[in-house]
């Protein structure tokens, strides 16, 4: 018998949206992106056709995490940033 993993229970704020059509534009890889904020493809897919998110600005290159794939999720990333 089969069951299904646990939600992981991660949601994505309007700042995350930003990263990643930021992300998109620049050429990541859906996979990479999914990773870095822990979630499936298939909420990156909804970012990039509009049907999340769709009023929500790109983020600067300036303000994009480094291309991926990514070792260090997206908590590690913000806590070094701001240090």
């Known amino acids: 018998m089969y069951t299904r993993a646990e939600p992981s229970r991660l949601s994505l704020t309007e700042a995350d949206a930003a990263?990643?059509?930021g992300m998109i534009r620049r050429g990541d890889r859906h996979h990479d992106i999914a990773a870095f904020f822990g979630v499936n493809q298939g909420r990156i897919a909804?970012?990039?056709?509009?049907?999340?998110?769709?009023?929500?600005q790109s983020a600067d290159p300036d303000e994009l995490p480094?291309?991926?794939p990514y070792l260090t999720p997206k908590v590690t990333?913000?806590?070094?940033?701001?240090?």
């Open 77 to 83: 990333w913000m806590e070094n940033r701001l240090r």
């Open 66 to 68: 480094p291309r991926g």
């Open 19 to 21: 990263l990643i059509k």
């Open 46 to 56: 909804e970012i990039k056709d509009g049907s999340r998110f769709s009023d929500v």
